[in-house]
Each structure stands twice: as C-alpha cells, then as structure tokens.
C-alpha cells in the first residue's frame, strides 16, 4: 500500500505570495492532519480534516487554511506569505479520526520564503 | 495544557551502547504517547504507541519504551545502538477530548549521534 504522498516537494517563494500545498493520504484512510516544523519551534499542529470537515485547528493565523475533497485528498494553503512560514509542512493521515487512530507521515513539503 | 519535555536536544552513544532518550509528559487525563523517529530529509516513522494496557511497549528496530504514571515518563530504551540509529526522535503525546478530537504535541525532539 503506498504510503502518504506530498507535492512539492521543494518549493521557493517570496514574500506575499500564496502557496497551496497538497497531500495524498495513504488508501483508505479518512483524516488528514498537517503538521509546522521550524527549528525554533519544532512541530506544531495545524489543522486537521475528517470526511471533508475541519475538525481541530491549532493556534495560527487565519493566513493558513486548507480543505478536503470526496476523494480525502487534502490541500493547505498559506496567504500573504512571511520570512517565517519557511518551514517543513508534514502532513499526516489516518484511517479515521480520534485519538485512538496512528498518525503516518508524508516526507513533506519544504517551503523557502525570501 | 498538554506538554512534552525531552531531555537533552542531544544524545551522542558509541555503537553497542545503551541508547536512552528520555521524554516527560504533562497531561490532567490519561494519555496516548508516541515516539516517532525522523531521518534526513525524510518525514516522521512511528516507533511505538502507548494507548491502553500493557505499560512496556514493543516498537521497530528494537527500540522500547516505558509508561511511567507515577513519573510521568515514557522513557525511549534500545539495548545496543547502530549506526543507522542516528537520527532525530520525537515524543508525542495527543489527548482524549471525549473521544473525537485531539492532535499531537511533540517534544522538541532529541537528536542521537552513534559513535563507531
């Protein structure tokens, strides 16, 4: 079974630019989670969608929001780009949602803003 | 709040040696714990999960790990390090929020150089 995909996976932008970033889950699997990592922050929790609802945000700006289509593909979206959303942006799907379920992760996507 | 403290951002061991990496949670409720291990360029590997039941858990690659209530710990143990154990490793914990919500906090990961 493949595991989850993410496209791009480089990507440089500049400043107030848009990006849209995707995310394929791992077959079957209904929840898609995606992730922040920085070195000064670590990983932090973005948002997380379950049969094409949003169902937990974490603390970020209204700059960053995603969606899930029929097919539980998942796109995140990050406006008005800034030096510090330079980071790698993971996601994560699971088979439902909950905290029962295992999380599996992409390689993710690195995002350079100058 | 749910927190995780990892001790030691850097964990250097010579090949053979006992690997610890240590992970401390705060959590009013019972939680779910994880560690996961990221190499290079690469996404996030679970290693292991303590949800229910037995406190000694089994992982990949002979790692174990420990859940400790009464230290608040889930301890990261591998009886003797490889090369290709070099890597960063993260201790997760998420929380029940009755049942249908609830995402990963990480530690701020630890990362474990093996000597040969």
């Known amino acids: 079974k493949a595991g989850v995909t993410q496209t791009p996976r480089y990507l440089i932008k500049t400043r107030g630019q848009q990006v849209t970033l995707s995310c394929s889950p791992i077959?079957?699997?209904?929840?898609v989670s995606w992730y922040q990592q920085t070195p000064g922050q670590g990983l932090q929790f973005l948002f997380e969608?379950?049969?094409?609802?949003?169902?937990n945000k974490g603390n970020f700006p209204g700059r960053f929001s995603g969606r899930q289509f029929s097919n539980s593909r998942s796109e995140m979206n990050v406006s008005t780009l800034e030096l510090g959303d330079s980071a790698l942006y993971l996601c994560?799907?699971?088979?439902?949602?909950?905290?029962?379920?295992?999380?599996?992760f992409g390689p993710g996507t690195r995002l350079l803003v100058l | 709040a749910q927190s995780v403290t990892q001790l030691g951002s850097h964990v250097s061991v010579s090949e053979g040696a006992l690997v610890l990496l240590r992970c401390n949670y705060s959590?009013?409720?019972?939680?779910?714990l994880f560690w996961y291990v990221q190499y290079p360029n690469q996404g996030l590997q679970l290693l292991l999960k303590?949800?229910?039941?037995?406190?000694l858990v089994k992982g990949i690659n002979g790692f174990e790990a420990e859940f400790k209530k009464s230290e608040t710990s889930f301890h990261l143990t591998k009886p003797s390090a490889h090369m290709s154990d070099a890597a960063e490793y993260f201790c997760?914990?998420?929380?029940?929020?009755?049942?249908?919500?609830?995402?990963?906090?990480f530690g701020k990961g630890t990362k474990l150089s093996v000597k040969p």
């Open positions: 994560a799907s699971s088979h439902e949602t909950g905290v029962r379920e295992t999380q599996y």
């Open positions: 077959s079957g699997h209904r929840s």
């Open positions: 969608y379950f049969s094409e609802t949003q169902r």
């Open positions: 959590s009013s409720v019972p939680p779910y």
């Open positions: 303590y949800t229910t039941g037995a406190t």
């Open positions: 997760a914990v998420i929380v029940n929020y009755g049942g249908s919500q609830g995402n990963l906090i």
